[in-house]
Nanobody, 122 residues
Framework: QVHLTESGGGSVQDGGSLRLSCVASAHIYSGRNMGWFRQRPGLEREGVALVSVDSSHTKYADSVKGRFVVSRDSYKKTVYLQMNDLKPDDTAIYYC???????????????WGQGTQVTVSS
C-alpha cells in the first residue's frame, strides 16, 4: 500500500527552481508532522525541511534556509517543497516523510515515499 506519492522532480540549471509535491493517504496525513529528506550521491539521507501538523512551525536544514519553503494543504492532503536558487549540490533523490518527531533525523520517521530525482546542472 502506497501512503506517500511524490512528484515534481526533474532537471534544472544552477539557479533554477522546482516545486515538489507529495500526496498522502488521509490516515497518514492527519495529525502527523510531515517533511522532506534527501539523499545526495554517495552520502547518507539527510533532513531538508519539516512542517508541523497545523503548519504553524517549520524547520530547515542550514544548507537550504532562505532558498527552500515547505508547506502543506490539508484539503488536498499534500505537502510541498518549493526549491529556489537551486545549486548542483542540491542534486539528490528527495523523499517525502510523515509521522516523525520534530527533528531532522531519518530514524524518526515511519512513512517514506518512493523518492523523486532532482538534478541541478552547472
Amino acid at each position: 500500500q502506497v501512503h506517500l506519492t511524490e512528484s515534481g522532480g526533474g532537471s534544472v540549471q544552477d539557479g533554477g527552481s522546482l516545486r515538489l509535491s507529495c500526496v498522502a493517504s488521509a490516515h497518514i496525513y492527519s495529525g502527523r508532522n510531515m517533511g522532506w529528506f534527501r539523499q545526495r550521491p554517495g552520502l547518507e539521507r539527510e533532513g531538508v525541511a519539516l512542517v508541523s501538523v497545523d503548519s504553524s512551525h517549520t524547520k530547515y536544514a542550514d544548507s537550504v534556509k532562505g532558498r527552500f519553503v515547505v508547506s502543506r494543504d490539508s484539503y488536498k492532503k499534500t505537502v510541498y517543497l518549493q526549491m529556489n536558487d537551486l545549486k548542483p549540490d542540491d542534486t539528490a533523490i528527495y523523499y517525502c516523510v510523515a509521522g516523525g518527531a520534530w527533528e531532522l533525523k531519518p530514524s524518526s520517521f515511519s512513512y517514506w515515499g518512493q523518492g523523486t530525482q532532482v538534478t541541478v546542472s552547472s
